[in-house]
């Protein structure tokens, strides 16, 4: 059986009996790509109006970053297009642009980040009909803490 990748990682499964005295260089790699997506922070260079973000099988590639840190200078809103569209994921957002960024990865909902502004999105892998959530505008306002004075001396109301 022949490698196989894992389906939102792109994670090399190595097949039984392949790569014998060479697996060491595949394992190194996945666990470089097993860093990124956990921890990597990459900034994404934006120009134009439309940018691809890949996730590419047993190679590292922007689509795996955890943090995404847009920069550059696109010309109006830039429409970023998870790829593939049947990939589940997970990403923190900084728009570090002068312009909007809309994120989609199928027919389905997209989400736009605002100019300096941020968010916590999740693509869902539905193939075609994927669509992106905003997982910052189901955070529940209701529950913050308001008008509180932190290390005033009376009781906020």
Do not use: C, H
């Not at 999740?122 to 075609?128: E, I, K, Q, R, T």
Request: no cysteine.
């Amino acid at each position: 059986m022949g490698s196989t990748y894992t389906d939102n990682g792109g994670i090399e499964k190595i097949g039984l009996g392949e790569q014998a005295g060479a697996w060491g260089t595949t394992t190194n790699n996945n666990f470089d790509i097993i860093d990124r997506l956990t921890n990597g922070v990459g900034s994404i260079t934006l120009s134009g109006t439309t940018t691809t973000l890949t996730t590419s099988d047993g190679s590292l590639s922007e689509g795996m970053y955890k943090v995404l840190v847009l920069a550059g200078s696109p010309s109006d809103t830039n429409t970023i297009t998870i790829s593939p569209n049947n990939a589940d994921k997970l990403y923190f957002v900084k728009n570090g642009t002068s312009e909007t960024a809309t994120f989609t990865q199928g027919s389905g909902a997209n989400v736009s980040i605002a100019a300096g502004k941020g968010a916590i999105i999740f693509a869902d892998g539905a193939g075609s009909g994927a669509a992106v959530t905003d997982l910052t505008a189901l955070f529940v306002n209701s529950q913050a803490v308001d008008g509180a004075v932190i290390g005033g001396t009376t009781p906020a109301a």
